[in-house]
């Protein structure tokens, strides 16, 4: 069982800085020391969330996006 633990401002800052650093933007994160994982939570987004998205990018961001998530992809495998 997981009980949450509220952490002050700075600390949340901390923590949200190295991960992105790791890439890793969600807001919602699980992070296992023991293994030194971490889990990322999928957003949660509708087709037309998406379908929106996708309409309001330049072809140079949607091929900028597509690089960072396979970059993504290659240090969560590595």
Do not use: C, F, H
Not at 14 to 37: F, G, M, P, Y
Not at 42 to 59: F, H, K, M, R
Request: proline residues 3%; glycine residues 2%.
């Amino acid at each position: 069982m997981m009980i949450p633990k509220k952490m002050d401002q700075q600390a949340a800052s901390a923590i949200k800085s190295i991960l992105q650093k790791l890439n890793i933007n969600n807001s919602r994160v699980l992070i296992d020391l023991e293994k030194q994982t971490v889990e990322a939570q999928e957003e949660d987004y509708s087709v037309d969330d998406l379908l929106e998205a996708a309409g309001s990018l330049t072809p140079e961001r949607g091929k900028e996006l597509l690089k960072e998530v396979n970059r993504s992809r290659e240090d969560w495998n590595a």
